[in-house]
């Protein structure tokens, strides 16, 4: 194979509702035909026919280096996405969020990933447009992680891990088509969290009284820039509930609570 015909990275990109995401590590389109092997009438052969709707899932994980617009697709409304490899895109325009989540530690660059669900159809073309690119963000310091409640406000979070579940539920119509004539989002979101806090030198006292600060049924975990004057991304928890907790230690690192939360958004 020639040099010529070779596809590096900087050939490759993936526009999400027109934005150039960049820091992506893998992609993934998928789709589901509906096809299945079934019996038929006056035939004592088996045949393939479509059994039910056409559905494709794309998947992307990368590094979150900018002011993330994936997470405004919560909502109903649907997003689209193309991928370009080369002088061909391969894209969607019918696509909805099923699956986002976050994980984030002290001198990491956060990674977040992606579930998109597609119901209307997946299709080539020529490579014609140009993405909206975006600014660069930092790798978070010691304290520009921070948990807020309408009682306190921690900046001793080590890590966390965050993710958001959205049930998509797709109406069809008598003689409409392979697709679906609406997508209805099923409320409310489901969100699980789980946050690691430095106590070190704390005591008894003082860790109950943290545990109890941090507590609350709403709240939200926040990236802000190293000298805190920005705040580059807000995930929030509503609804809130402790599943359960840890508290470990050894004999090279602080101590540290781990705190695992569920909870839901209207």
């Known amino acids: 194979m020639s040099l010529t015909s070779t596809i590096l990275n900087y050939d490759q990109s993936f526009r999400f509702n027109g934005y150039n995401l960049s820091g992506i590590s893998d992609l993934s389109f998928s789709a589901e035909m509906g096809v299945s092997l079934v019996p038929s009438l006056g035939n004592k052969n088996f045949g393939f ?6 559905v494709g899932t794309v998947d ?7 002011a993330d617009p994936v997470l405004q697709c919560t909502g109903a409304s649907a997003c689209s996405g193309v991928f370009s490899y080369g002088s061909v895109e391969y894209g969607f325009s019918s696509g909805y969020l099923t699956e986002y989540s976050v994980s984030c530690g002290v001198g990491q660059v956060p990674s977040v990933s992606s579930s998109i669900t597609v119901y ?6 020529a490579a014609s447009h140009t993405g909206i690119t975006h600014p660069d963000i930092f790798v978070p310091s010691q304290r520009s992680i921070i948990l807020t409640n309408d009682y306190n406000s921690s900046n001793r979070v080590k890590s966390f891990d965050y993710s958001l579940s959205m049930v998509r539920d797709p109406r069809y119509s008598v003689g409409g088509g392979l697709f679906p004539s609406a997508v209805v989002s099923i409320l409310p979101i489901s969100v699980a969290a789980s946050a690691t806090f430095d106590v070190a030198g704390f005591s008894p006292l003082d860790l109950q009284n943290f545990v109890r600060g941090i507590s609350a049924p709403n709240f939200i975990i926040q990236i802000k820039n190293r000298d805190l004057s920005q705040t580059l991304m807000t995930l929030p928890v509503s609804n809130a509930q402790i599943l359960s907790q840890e508290i470990q230690g050894t004999v090279d690192s602080p101590l540290t609570l781990t705190l695992n939360y569920g909870g839901y958004l209207e």
């Open 60 to 66: 992307f994980s990368r590094q979150l280096i900018y």
């Open 49 to 54: 026919s479509k059994a039910g709707p056409s």
């Open 120 to 125: 209307g159809e997946m299709k080539t073309g």
